[in-house]
DNA sequence: GAGTTTGAAACT
DNA sequence: CAGTTTCAAACTC
């Protein structure tokens, strides 16, 4: 690994030809500045010119470079064909040094360094010639930046160079006044070396230099003006006589900066700082759960990927906050960042985060947590970013407003978007499908983006849902805030994502209370008793959340998952005549004497229709009845029959059903799914619609086909509860199959049993496959189908252009017949 | 706002 | 897994 820090080293050889330099009658920023951008150089050096005349009466040693002295003495300067212009004005910037060296800052320099190559730092010791230590710290931070911007996958190698950094920066800062300590381990040493420096002259003014120091340099790093030999000269001389005129047309005014200016400065500073505090805060997290440390790592490359609103927000929502998501996170292990960072990066497997059981859960909590982290960051006076958070938000909502189409995701993400965006549906309220503000169409990285191509990339299987998950819950969290904030009404106790409980003896930590059900702590605006769903409970409210979660893993789940309506299932079932809104309740109502009118019921209140998951009774639902009841009120209404025909959906594989839009590796999820008698029921459910919809291609549809190739599995263990997404993926590996799960006989004896029908559906292979033997074999080639499609999943199709999906549906299936 | 109704969640 | 109890939201007055 090269570092620039070698270059140092070779170069630190021989420490300070400086010492022979007469004493300093200019400031050594006005030679560093000298190099920057013209333009903004002029400003720089005029105002740094007067802020250091001002108050650095004397050189700062700390801002000596043995850097200088040894690029002259080793020749480096003409390594890079800088000519004799630049050497002299190089020169006489040297001259002007203090160079009252600190002889154990020569030693540091030359011991902190692996190798490097030199080339790499020749530019920088040709363009900052006159080197100092702010420069120094303005390149450490501009490495930190660059860090940040790169995006560590590993966020060990983060913490790592971070310390070299900071060791770096420490190291120089010797003479400094001691920074605060919680601030040391952060990767912005530089910067709190420069904030030590505001503190100790009392001088805010320093931030301006900061402010157009750290703008200025990577301007100046412009290989055209400093690495180009060509130019150099050239440009160099540019600087020169502006920075001459600069100084030429200095006067007062020049000193008291526009005030904006120096806002924007703190501001510019504030916010590395916010950034890094935040970085830290999850790693140290990380810290103490080691395995949570790649989502931390991974949420800062996010975030610094361009989500600088999440940043702000999440950073601004006080640690309370960040704790609250980042336990949660910690004890799911669920990284959807991490996830498609890592499935950029590289292959491995192994770095991918199983999906927590109850990845519902996670996905409930992630969000709503993080904007309840924004309601205690309110409830904590940490305003002062709000108005700018709000801003983004509603840029946002704008955006998705004017962006009809922001919901469009491909079928990978897309259905993870409806994952979350039913959850915040039902958050809201019921807000109705035509709802203007769904969080996440604002949320939704574009279909095309760049973000959203390397998921639908990257996790055709393995890869799960888990980034848009995260975006999701990344910005929900800013969408979320806001409702939160804003747009709560009155009286009720949910709206627009706004919890309210009631709570008198559940102390809120049961399902009872929609707060502690939708993953937010209580507020003040509760009326809850003897509240435990509280920050400082945190421990009782993940430890009890666990254990709800142990019972039932999709117990945070959203309730409402989203169907897509013109799939040829939905088209099929009851002529779409009772779905409204495409969604259904995960596990269906069970209303006696609501009829499924009031809010009372599940489905009504979630604005979802009823369905056959439903075992409600007299369901009038305006957004759909079940067709149970609809064979009641119309007998002749024949498409199905309680044997287990069209109609029959478990709610177990209606939830599931629709978790199979979560992930790519949908397939997997249904192998975990339910009992045999859901899987029965579904293979029936889809043998008699493909037969229905086009005859012979039966069960290859992809996202049908782990239904039908899989009774066997869905028997495992008689749990259609889904324990974990690993395990999940564990079936798709045949070392992992259990026993259980390679004998097909019996579940598929009992399928075939309960499926009259499947003849007609049945793909000859694979039931003759099963049918003739009950070994593995059959269900491997079953399995390899499933693996083989899967990377078929539409991967650009909008979520929303249905029809277009049903056509890709109806190609694979064509395809897939094809093949076989 | 108090009381009632309702159905989900929790418990057995 | 079914029946019962508990609970809090929804609803009514």
Redesign the pocket.
């Known amino acids: 690994m090269n570092s620039p820090e070698s270059n140092r080293v070779a170069a630190t050889s021989s420490p300070s030809s400086s010492n022979k330099s007469p004493p300093v009658q200019e400031s050594p920023f006005s030679n560093f500045l000298s190099n920057l951008s013209p333009i903004k150089s002029v400003k720089a050096v005029r105002y740094t010119q007067r802020f250091l005349e001002s108050n650095f009466p004397t050189p700062l040693p700390v801002f000596t470079s043995p850097r200088i002295d040894l690029q002259r003495e080793t020749g480096l300067l003409e390594r890079n064909n800088i000519v004799e212009e630049d050497s002299n004005i190089r020169e006489q910037c040297n001259t002007q040094l203090n160079v009252a060296q600190i002889p154990s800052l020569d030693k540091e320099v030359q011991s902190c360094s692996p190798s490097g190559s030199v080339d790499e730092y020749l530019a920088d010791i040709v363009e900052v010639d006159c080197t100092h230590s702010a420069h120094k710290q303005l390149q450490l931070a501009n490495e930190v930046s660059q860090m940040l911007e790169g995006g560590f996958t590993d966020p060990k190698e983060t913490i790592r160079k971070v310390d070299t950094v900071d060791n770096r920066s420490s190291r120089e800062a010797r003479s400094l006044t001691s920074s605060n300590q919680a601030e040391q381990n952060l990767p912005l040493t530089s910067l709190n070396l420069v904030d030590d420096l505001v503190d100790l002259r009392n001088d805010e003014s320093f931030n301006v230099f900061l402010k157009i120091t750290s703008e200025d340099v990577n301007d100046s790093v412009d290989p055209d003006v400093n690495l180009n030999p060509a130019l150099g000269v050239q440009q160099y001389e540019q600087h020169a006589a502006q920075i001459d005129e600069a100084f030429e047309d200095s006067d007062d005014s020049s000193r008291a900066l526009p005030k904006e200016f120096v806002k924007e400065a703190n501001h510019h500073q504030r916010g590395i700082r916010r950034h890094l505090h935040f970085e830290a805060a999850l790693a140290c997290k990380g810290v103490a759960t080691g395995n949570t440390t790649n989502s931390r790592a991974s949420l800062t490359n996010l975030k610094s990927l361009g989500l600088s609103h999440v940043e702000s927000r999440a950073t601004s929502s006080g640690g309370e906050a960040v704790n609250y998501a980042q336990s949660r996170a910690s004890k799911s292990s669920f990284s959807p960042f991490e996830v498609v960072r890592s499935t950029q990066n590289s292959r491995n497997p192994v770095i991918l985060s199983p999906i927590p059981s109850g990845m519902g859960l996670h996905l409930n909590s992630t969000v709503k947590s993080v904007s309840l982290g924004t309601d205690m960051f309110a409830s904590k006076n940490l305003t002062r970013y709000r108005s700018s958070q709000d801003k983004v938000v509603r840029e946002r909502s704008n955006d998705s407003a004017e962006d009809p189409n922001s919901t469009s995701i491909s079928a990978v993400t897309g259905t993870m978007y409806s994952y979350a965006d039913i959850d915040q549906q039902e958050s809201q309220?019921g807000v109705a499908a035509s709802s203007d503000t769904y969080p996440i169409n604002s949320l939704n990285p574009p279909c095309d983006s760049p973000l959203a191509r390397t998921e639908q990339q990257v996790i055709p299987c393995e890869g799960r849902i888990s980034t848009p998950q995260n975006a999701d819950s990344v910005e929900e969290l800013n969408e979320e805030s806001s409702n939160k904030k804003r747009k709560r009404p009155s009286n009720?106790?949910?709206s627009h994502g706004c919890k309210?409980?009631?709570?008198?003896?559940?102390?809120?930590l049961?399902?009872?209370?929609?707060c502690f059900?939708a993953g937010v702590y209580c507020v003040d605006s509760c009326a809850?008793v003897n509240c435990f769903n509280k920050p400082e409970y945190e421990d009782t409210v993940l430890d009890t959340r666990q254990q709800?979660e142990s019972?039932?893993p999709l117990?945070f789940a959203p309730?409402v998952v989203k169907h897509d309506t013109d799939s040829p299932a939905i088209i099929m079932e009851a002529g779409n005549r009772n779905t409204p809104s495409s969604a259904r309740h995960k596990?269906g109502?069970?209303?006696?004497?609501?009829?499924?009118l009031?809010?009372?019921?599940?489905c009504y209140?979630a604005n979802v229709g009823c369905s056959d998951g439903c075992r409600?009774e007299g369901c009038q639902n305006s957004f759909g009845t079940s067709s149970e009841c609809r064979r009641v009120e119309n007998p002749s209404h024949e498409v199905s029959g309680k044997d287990g025909s069209i109609e029959q959906f478990s709610p177990t594989w209606k939830g599931l059903a629709d978790i199979r839009n979560l992930a790519p590796c949908s397939g997997a999820l249904m192998f975990a799914s339910s009992?045999i008698r859901d899987c029965s029921k579904v293979s029936q459910t889809k043998l008699q619609r493909g037969s229905s919809i086009q005859p012979q291609a039966g069960s290859l549809q992809w996202n049908y086909s782990p239904v039908i190739l899989t009774p066997q599995l869905c028997d495992s263990k008689g749990s259609h509860e889904l324990t974990s997404d690993s395990a999940l993926c564990d079936i798709m590996e045949d070392e992992d199959m259990p026993e259980i799960l390679k004998d097909t006989s019996t579940p598929l004896k009992a399928v075939k049993a309960s499926s009259p029908n499947q003849k007609q559906v049945m793909p000859p292979h694979y039931r003759s496959d099963s049918q003739r033997s009950s070994s593995p074999h059959g269900m491997r080639s079953v399995r390899k189908f499933i693996l083989q499609t899967m990377p078929a999943f539409p991967p650009l199709t909008p979520y929303s252009n249905s029809k277009g999906r049903v056509n890709q549906k109806e190609n694979n299936q064509k395809d897939n017949i094809g093949n076989h």
């Open positions: 309220a009720t106790s949910e309210r409980c009631n709570c008198k003896r559940s102390k809120c049961k399902l009872y209370c929609e059900a809850c709800i019972r039932n117990a309730k596990r109502c069970n209303c006696k004497k609501s009829k499924c009031k809010k009372y019921c599940e209140q409600c009992n």
